[in-house]
């Protein structure tokens, strides 16, 4: 009988440890979704701190409250043993105390962790001046590079040239953030973005006006306002007629198949976007746009001589350029389907004042999801004078002089580029595209200059390359690529540089 009693009573002792281990279990749960939420505003973070130290404060309660009860069963526990005569199993005691210490231990490291997780955010925070929460980020990128011929920028190369190759080591292709989630206005939502990188004298941009200082380049910028389906922007970013772009690693300072079919130029813009259709599918999209654009490279008479920049074609013509878009976008922004039909138009005219042309373009652009792990991109385009967006084989326009009198040609332009893209799961994915710019070599014939090969005799470019991107974890990455550029000259054989890179980022 004294048997059966005291191993009936043993349930007790097994429900307060339960309630330990369970009051643990709420606590684990807790922490995660405190630390996922702690990337918020300052203020909801501090609430999000008060809530977290209640619970603590509750869930000790209930293990003090159960220890006392603990307590209370050895204490019947013993006098039973005593009244009964039946020696005392250490293996109970010794298993209920393993238990229960446990239980504070695992209580103890979680609040240590994190109050650990609570001074490093507090310690890792940037303020501004408006007191809004500040996102640091960015990405440190090594290339490698080995070009079987001379290139135009050896690091960054978009157009293949004559003479030998060259080998070497760039870090100048890093990016560096700042994010900023600003107040209400006018009932939207504000946020603006910067993007610097350090290749401002190797950039292969060549642009007048490009903004860039020293070795520090602004790269993009954006100030935005959302509404539920408005949208209205200030940027200086790619422009709304290409809004895709190739997948590389080792092309970051100018993107993968620049000068080749990718419209890729940074130029100031003001728009606003209207999704006028939305719905479980995607949503059709309007947006519109005023451009600013700089000079391609060969318009000499805009270079900037150091102290100066003088004012582009476009603002001589003292009208900004447009530029429009329609476009079914998918809820998945990133990877799901997206076409759109794209215009642009602007208005130039030359330092001389004697020479006024226009800049216009009509382009279709798309991503397709082809499988689960397959997807098509790109975009297409014809028009003239494009060398301001990233196209006309680096140029607008061409003249020449004779007997005094200038004579110029405004160049027609097409081109485009299609990527395929297969990812092998979260880590690993391979791409493969092709681009090519063409001008007519009959337009641009008759102008060419004495140098053989030289940009400004360029009539096509067409770039080939494929890479496989390894990503083992969300901050690391490294890359293999392949590319042959192949620029073909009015006045020269056709140039054709191979280019082995690799590539290593880590982001922040």
Do not use: C
């Amino acid at each position: 009988m004294s048997d059966t009693r005291y191993f009936a009573r043993i349930p007790r002792g097994s429900k307060s440890t339960s309630r330990a281990v369970g009051a643990v279990a709420i606590l684990v749960l807790l922490v995660p979704l405190h630390a996922q939420q702690a990337a918020g505003d300052q203020a909801t973070l501090q609430n999000q701190i008060r809530t977290l130290s209640d619970e603590v404060s509750r869930v000790q309660a209930q293990l003090e409250h159960s220890q006392r009860e603990l307590a209370i069963l050895r204490r019947e526990l013993d006098s039973l043993r005593a009244s009964a005569g039946v020696s005392s199993p250490p293996e109970l005691d010794s298993t209920a105390a393993s238990d229960l210490a446990a239980a504070v231990a695992e209580i103890r490291e979680t609040q240590s962790m994190q109050s650990a997780q609570i001074a490093t955010l507090d310690q890792s925070k940037v303020e501004s001046a408006s007191r809004y929460p500040i996102k640091l980020s960015g990405m440190m990128v090594v290339n490698g590079f080995v070009n079987t011929r001379r290139v135009d920028q050896a690091a960054t190369p978009s157009v293949a040239l004559s003479d030998s190759g060259s080998t070497g080591l760039s870090f100048r292709q890093t990016i560096v953030g700042i994010d900023v989630n600003g107040p209400q206005f006018l009932g939207a939502q504000t946020h603006a973005d910067v993007r610097l990188d350090m290749s401002a004298s190797a950039s292969g941009s060549g642009y007048a006006g490009s903004h860039a200082v020293g070795l520090v380049r602004l790269r993009t910028a954006h100030v935005d306002l959302t509404w539920a389906r408005t949208h209205a922007f200030f940027a200086l970013d790619r422009p709304l007629i290409a809004p895709e772009t190739p997948t590389s690693l080792t092309a970051v300072a100018v993107p993968a198949l620049a000068w080749s079919g990718n419209l890729w130029s940074w130029n100031p813009q003001l728009g606003a976007a209207y999704d006028a259709i939305t719905g479980k599918a995607g949503t059709f999209r309007l947006q519109a746009a005023l451009i600013d654009s700089a000079d391609p490279p060969q318009l000499y008479a805009t270079t900037p001589n150091g102290t100066y920049t003088p004012p582009s074609t476009a603002e001589l013509s003292r009208w900004p350029g447009v530029e429009a878009r329609l476009a079914f976008e998918s809820p998945r922004a990133s990877d799901g389907l997206s076409i759109g039909i794209d215009g642009h138009f602007a208005r130039h005219r030359n330092s001389s004042g004697f020479y006024s042309f226009s800049s216009w373009a009509g382009a279709i652009d798309f991503r397709i999801p082809a499988s689960m792990h397959t997807q098509f991109s790109g975009s297409a385009y014809w028009g003239s004078a494009l060398g301001n967006l990233g196209g006309g084989a680096y140029k607008d326009y061409v003249v020449r002089v004779e007997d005094g009198e200038f004579y110029y040609q405004t160049l027609d332009d097409r081109g485009g580029w299609i990527q395929w893209k297969q990812k092998a799961g979260d880590r690993i994915e391979f791409n493969e595209a092709f681009g090519a710019d063409i001008v007519p070599a009959g337009q641009l014939r008759p102008y060419a200059t004495a140098v053989p090969v030289s940009e400004y005799n360029l009539a096509r470019n067409r770039t080939i390359t494929g890479n496989v991107i390894y990503s083992p974890s969300a901050y690391l990455l490294f890359s293999l690529e392949y590319r042959r550029i192949m620029s073909s000259y009015v006045t020269a054989p056709t140039a054709v540089s191979d280019i082995i890179g690799l590539g290593a980022g880590y982001r922040f």
